[in-house]
């Protein structure tokens, strides 16, 4: 940068001397991060005039040329360039970043109502083929080609939400997502529940689709008239006697399929079968033992009388 301060600047082409380059070298060491306009700089400073200046006020000696003229250097460097801004303070910095997270959150936004839009658009084509369709095989597959979406669900909440909410932008502008009105046209909501939270979402409350109350089952999806499967907690309930086990598996295998109920039923046999032989084998050892002790007793009585008789 030294070299191009001198020889790149107009008129400071012969001015390559030790004196000269160490002189603006120590003197543009705060303002190399100008770059160009630190060299144009140079236009203005005739380096070989300044020179000639302070030879002729014979006011330095020697020793001091290179101080003095680094020291006038410095001095018009900073009048000619500006003096870089101060830096930000923290309460700038606070209020640029609150400035870029509203600017974030309001793109964000925008591009959800966007979205939204383009769902009820795509709802009210749906209805409308619904409508010249009624077979229903024919319009799905008039779904999957014309419009490639293979979720029927989907499909569903695409038409109850564009019945619904298609002309209310100022419902469809203030709701948090999509998933919202897709709880809002759901058709086990009461229709009394469904303005309250439409009321909430016109005055500006944070509704999402978890505060909405939740799609009505009966018995844990299990079709009516039918009895549903005993709870996990009953199902985990410790038994300590045989007879509990028993009572608690009929009870599992009363709600199961038939080729579960049989195999249940033949784990059950084979349990009852393993003990009667466990049974049996316990008395036939016994047995067993009893007979080996007989025989021990009977093989020993002869001798003890042979030898008494012969001791007398």
């Known amino acids: 940068m030294t070299l191009r301060c001198i020889t790149e600047s107009e008129g400071n082409e012969g001015a390559l001397s030790e004196m000269n380059l160490r002189a603006v070298s120590s003197a543009i060491g705060p303002f190399e991060d100008r ?136 419902i469809t502008g203030k709701a948090r997502n999509w998933h919202v009105l897709v709880a809002l046209a759901s058709p086990s909501l009461p229709s009394s529940a469904r303005r309250q939270f439409e009321a909430k979402i016109l005055a500006g409350e944070n509704v999402t689709a978890k505060t909405l109350p939740p799609k009505r089952r009966e018995g844990r999806g299990s079709p009516a008239g039918k009895p549903s499967l005993p709870s996990t907690d009953a199902r985990r309930q410790p038994t300590t006697k045989s007879s509990d086990t028993n009572e608690h598996c009929e009870q599992k295998v009363s709600h199961s399929s038939p080729l579960r109920r049989w195999m249940v039923c033949c784990w059950l046999d084979s349990r009852c079968l393993n003990a009667g032989w466990l049974v049996q084998g316990t008395v036939f050892r016994f047995a067993g033992q009893v007979r080996k002790l007989l025989r021990d007793l009977q093989s020993r009585e002869p001798v003890v009388q042979r030898e008494s008789r012969s001791v007398f």
């Open 35 to 170: 770059g160009l306009a630190l060299i144009e700089a140079f236009d203005q400073i005739p380096l070989l005039s300044v020179f000639e200046q302070m030879r002729a006020l014979e006011y330095f000696y020697v020793s001091e040329a290179q101080g003095a003229l680094e020291r006038i250097l410095k001095h018009k460097l900073r009048r000619i360039l500006p003096s870089p801004p101060p830096p930000p303070s923290k309460e700038e910095l606070r209020d640029a970043r609150r400035r870029g997270l509203e600017e974030a959150r309001q793109a964000a936004r925008a591009a959800i109502v966007r979205s939204i839009g383009k769902r009820i658009e795509l709802g009210i084509q749906l209805a409308e083929l619904r409508t010249a369709t009624p077979n229903n095989r024919r319009f799905g597959s008039i779904v999957r080609k014309q419009f490639d979406i293979h979720d029927s669900v989907f499909v569903g909440e695409l038409q109850r939400v564009a019945g619904l909410y298609g002309g209310r932008q100022d």
